[in-house]
């Protein structure tokens, strides 16, 4: 999805849950009942269950909005920093590992303060 441009929809998809179940797989958004379509809409929900059917033949493919008590339990999780970028260095400064060691401290926005020449 990222690579068609739906980057706000694939951001949807890696935050739910997968569950199988016989033939149907059930994906559980974070997203509410309102948002989940406009999240993701009818293209990204083409290439989402094309990807699936392509690893999972004859399966189908649902997906749920939140519910009340999942927005509740569900913490958003942490992603991974891209590789080189000015938050995969903070990550692997020694500083800032013993840091998140010590207080359970987490990275939330890194500013990148280099000269851009």
């Known amino acids: 999805m990222a ?12 935050d739910s849950d997968f569950l199988l179940a016989g033939k149907t797989v059930t994906i559980q958004t974070a997203l509410s009942k309102i948002m989940l379509p406009t999240v993701v809409n ?9 990807a699936i059917q392509a690893v999972l033949p004859g399966v189908t493919v649902t997906l749920v909005p939140a519910t009340a008590a999942a927005k509740v339990a569900t ?5 991974a920093a891209a590789s080189g970028s ?3 260095r903070a990550m692997q400064h020694p500083i800032v590992q013993e840091a998140q060691r010590l207080f359970n401290a987490e990275i939330r926005n890194v500013i990148d303060l280099t000269p851009n020449d």
């Not at 690579?3 to 890696?14: L, M, N």
């Not at 009818?42 to 094309?50: D, H, Q």
């Not at 913490?75 to 992603?79: E, F, S, V, W």
């Open 86 to 88: 000015a938050q995969a």
């Open 42 to 50: 009818a293209e990204a929900e083409k290439i989402l269950r094309t």
């Open 3 to 14: 690579a068609r441009s739906q980057t706000t929809a694939a951001d949807a998809i890696v």
């Open 75 to 79: 913490q958003k999780k942490p992603r």
